[in-house]
């Protein structure tokens, strides 16, 4: 039978080894925690001080700019072309990814003289082509566009802009074959297909009749020693059959020979 003493001894043992495991599981435990700590502090630096270091190359390196794409490759064209013995040149310069079509020159033709126009005569001529007829006439007034000594002598493509018809000229005070009761109040262009009157003082505006565009006027060229007239280009709109409305007049050089 085990005394009191001893029993008292053993429990005061137990309880102070349960005690000591207990401050030793304590002591591992604040162990651990301190590596913990450790380490978190270590991978925090570094990666603070990885961060500092991109912000630092990101400010301080250079960069290479973006590529520029390049620009579609263009094609520049010119070409010159001469008309006739007494033609002139032009040149004419595209720039694009297809090549221009060739420009052509109006040619420079003789036309009449001033003295074919005295008396109110008129003269008939084709130009630019040998199948595009126009009137030449002195109109006895300043007119646009007009040419001589007066600025009175004017001309324009004769086929009308409505559907083609040929039109006459009228002076002053006269009237067309085809209708004695029309008195023309200034020199004007008369249509007798269907009724289309054009103002040639300025610049054969269409001021009556169905005609939806006023006709393409001949640019002259006046010699004053000699009184020759030249016809040298053609104004907007094309000539009638030669894209109809069209301000590019160099259609009125396709579909025929051109003249000098």
Partial sequence: MVSAPNEKREEQEKRNSTEADAEDADSKKDDARR???????????????GGIASVVRALFSPTSPEPVPPLPATKTVTETVTVGSTGTSA????SGGSSSTAASAFPRVKVANVSDLAGGRTVTFNYPLDNTPNL????????????????DIVAFSQVCQHLGCIWGYVPTSGSPKCDSSYKAASPVGYCCCHGSVFDLVNGAK????????????????????????????MGPPTIFGHDNGSNDVLNDLQGGTVVG
């Fill in 91 to 94: 040149t004419s310069t595209s």
């Fill in 136 to 151: 030449l006439a002195k109109l006895g007034q300043n007119a646009d566009g007009g040419v001589g000594p007066a600025g």
């Fill in 35 to 49: 590596r913990f700590l450790k380490l978190s502090l270590a991978v925090g630096l570094v990666l603070a001080v």
């Fill in 206 to 233: 269409v001021i009556d009749g169905p005609s939806p565009r006023p006709q393409p006027q001949v640019t002259l060229e006046y010699d004053s020693p000699s009184g020759d007239i030249y016809a040298t280009g």
